[in-house]
T-cell receptor
Framework: DAGITQSPRYKITETGRQVTLMCHQT?????MFWYRQDLGHGLRLIYY???????DKGEVPDGYVVSRSKTENFPLTLESATRSQTSVYFC????????????????FGPGTRLTVT | QKEVEQNSGPLSVPEGAIASLNCTYS??????FFWYRQYSGKSPELIMF????GDKEDGRFTAQLNKASQYVSLLIRDSQPSDSATYLC????????????FGAGTRLAVHP
């Protein structure tokens, strides 16, 4: 199916464990983003990617690692999960190729609710 | 530090009234502005984007942009209970890479 998907949708893990959240989009969008959303903070950018093999840090990158070997996939890894990483994680993508202002429009996946115990 | 500010609400309006949601931003270089609606437990969905000063209308929604004042707003006419949600203002970060910075959102409650 076309669109942007995330897996798993829900995850409970223990402190210190490594966790990988998956994101897959079928639009061949150049740009992909990872956000976390916590009460009172809105959406905060963790990492973003402009193309395959091009990634960079956002506002809150500490404790996270990303990779992008293929345009359609953008996994987010928590190397050693902490309770402060309990949050809802959203992946998003945007076109960027057309260059017009609407190319900034970001499409969001359904989110992953992560609980670290 | 680039910032986007929104009143957290809740903004409570009666059904049929106009809801006015406001957003200010700090980056004078920002050119594109987005309003997303987010229902509880769901992902954000785009309602409108605007990049020219003035008003842009789409059905019951009107986005207003004033770059000189660094202010963008969203008006919802004939508000319905189904409009009850959190509205996120997203602002393009100048410098490329399609990055947006979001406000914390305004919670709107439309009561019958």
């Amino acid at each position: 199916d076309a669109g942007i998907t995330q897996s798993p949708r829900y995850k409970i893990t223990e402190t210190g464990r490594q966790v990988t959240l998956m994101c897959h989009q079928t639009w061949s969008h150049s740009y992909m983003f990872w956000y976390r959303q916590d009460l009172g903070h809105g959406l905060r950018l963790i990492y973003y990617s402009a193309a395959a093999d091009i990634t960079d840090k956002g506002e809150v990158p500490d404790g996270y690692v990303v990779s992008r070997s293929k345009t359609e996939n953008f996994p987010l890894t928590l190397e050693s999960a902490t309770r402060s990483q309990t949050s809802v994680y959203f992946c998003a993508s945007s076109g960027g190729l057309a260059g017009g202002p609407d190319s900034y429009e970001q499409y969001f996946g359904p989110g992953t609710r992560l609980t670290v115990t | 530090q680039k910032e986007v500010e929104q009143n957290s609400g809740p903004l409570s309006v009666p059904e049929g009234a106009i809801a006015s949601l406001n957003c200010t931003y700090s980056d004078r270089g920002s050119q594109s502005f987005f309003w997303y609606r987010q229902y509880s437990g769901k992902s954000p969905e785009l309602i409108m984007f605007i990049y020219s000063n003035g008003d842009k209308e789409d059905g019951r929604f009107t986005a207003q942009l004033n770059k000189a004042s660094q202010y963008v707003s969203l008006l919802i006419r004939d508000s319905q209970p189904s409009d009850s949600a959190t509205y996120l203002c997203g602002v393009e970060i100048s410098g490329g890479y399609n990055k947006l910075i979001f406000g914390a959102g305004t919670r709107l409650a439309v009561h019958p």
